[in-house]
């Protein structure tokens, strides 16, 4: 998964194996269409989570309602093919 490091992310460790396992292949191996799916995604959330980030800290507070709603899109981040 170099092709993180050149669009800009910063992930963890355990984020970016939870999203090598979601958009590769068994081989390890994304092709283009998960490449272009899985960067939708993370700008999505990075999206979503500076949205959140009201006082720019780095960390989220969330009320019930809009944790379930981040699981969801989490969830969906991680779901196996
Ligand atoms: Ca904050």
Do not use: H, P
């Not at 800009?8 to 068994?26: H, K, P, T």
């Not at 949205?51 to 969801?72: A, P, R, S, V």
Request: glycine share 2%; net charge negative; with cysteine.
């Amino acid at each position: 998964m170099y092709f993180l490091f050149f669009t800009g992310f910063q992930l963890n460790n355990d984020v970016l194996q939870i999203m090598v396992s979601r958009y590769s292949d068994s081989n390890l191996t994304i092709d283009f269409d998960n490449f272009v799916a899985c960067i939708v995604r993370l700008e999505s959330m990075f999206k979503t989570f500076k949205m959140l980030d009201k006082d720019k800290n780095g960390t989220i507070e969330l009320n019930f309602f809009e944790y379930f709603i981040w699981l969801q899109i989490a969830m969906d981040s991680i779901n196996t093919k």
